[in-house]
């Protein structure tokens, strides 16, 4: 029997982007305001419907464009850009009340970023502490404008736990973190970023002596820097180093 598509229902595919930076110490996240249907009003997660003529990660690669002006990292060419990679798919038949939507979800990690301007049908967008939009700690943080509990719309917060999870622990057997980074950092600055994002305060003798004494991790530009006040630091780049070893075990906390 001949294929027929319209033996199917309608079906679409979606990308959605958990952005992820570290602004005042904290980690946040990208969140925009839904300016129509369905949950119009509500926070959400960058994000939009594949077009017929891309693969996943020109999708993914053209929303992060279009919602921070930032260009997806290509080892190929060498160019920088945001670290982007595929998290999780997505699946649940009732995840939108439109049609029956699949979502690839994908990690992006920049460092400090300015603040977003909205575009597209979003009616805002904001850096958002990431326990304030997942609740951790203290669930009365998490309100809305109008004082009412809030949640991000469709399934975005799980999305938003598992790219919060993946940034955790990547960092801990990675070079990751230094992706949150400016091209020259110091130890200072790189260790800020694993207490963000792991949400713990670390021993600075400590930690200076992991970070530089491991393989690869870390290289010295050459420089220094008084940017953080005092004598001036070291200021390094990120190694070759893929994985590191040993790892930066991540606190109990």
């Given amino acids: 029997m001949p294929y027929d598509p319209s033996?199917?229902?309608?079906?679409?595919v979606t990308v959605d982007l958990v952005v992820l930076t570290v602004r005042r110490?904290?980690?946040?996240?990208?969140?925009?305001?839904?300016?129509?249907a369905p949950y119009e009003g509500k926070w959400a997660l960058p994000g939009g419907f594949v077009r017929a003529?891309?693969?996943?990660a020109a999708a993914a690669a053209r929303e992060l464009a279009e919602?921070?002006?930032l260009r997806a990292h290509d080892a190929d060419s060498g160019?920088?850009?945001?670290?982007?990679?595929q998290l999780a798919t997505y699946g649940?038949?009732?995840r939108d009340p439109r049609m029956r939507v699949v979502s690839v979800a994908h990690l992006a990690l920049a460092p400090d970023l300015p603040s977003p301007t909205p575009g597209g049908d979003a009616r805002g967008a904001r850096w958002a502490a990431v326990d304030d939009l997942l609740g951790v700690g203290d669930p009365s943080r998490r309100r809305d404008e109008d004082g009412d509990?809030?949640?991000?719309?469709?399934?975005?917060?799980?999305?938003?736990?598992?790219?919060v999870e993946r940034a955790r622990s990547k960092i801990e057997y990675s070079s990751l973190a230094t992706a949150f980074c400016p091209p020259e950092f110091t130890v200072g600055e790189l260790r800020r970023v694993y207490e963000a994002v792991w949400g713990v305060v670390l021993d600075p003798r400590n930690f200076h002596r992991k970070v530089t004494g491991t393989p690869g991790f870390l290289v010295p530009s050459g420089g220094t820097t008084t940017r953080q006040g005092g004598r001036p630091a070291q200021l390094f780049r990120a190694g070759g180093a893929n994985v590191l070893n040993p790892p930066m075990l991540r606190p109990e906390v």
């Fill in 79 to 85: 160019l920088p850009g945001a670290h982007l990679e």
């Fill in 25 to 36: 110490h904290a980690l946040c996240a990208l969140a925009v305001r839904r300016g129509e």
């Fill in 149 to 163: 509990k809030a949640s991000l719309a469709f399934d975005h917060d799980q999305i938003l736990a598992a790219g």
């Fill in 53 to 56: 003529d891309e693969d996943l």
């Fill in 92 to 94: 649940d038949p009732g």
């Fill in 67 to 69: 919602e921070t002006g």
């Fill in 7 to 12: 033996a199917f229902p309608p079906f679409a």
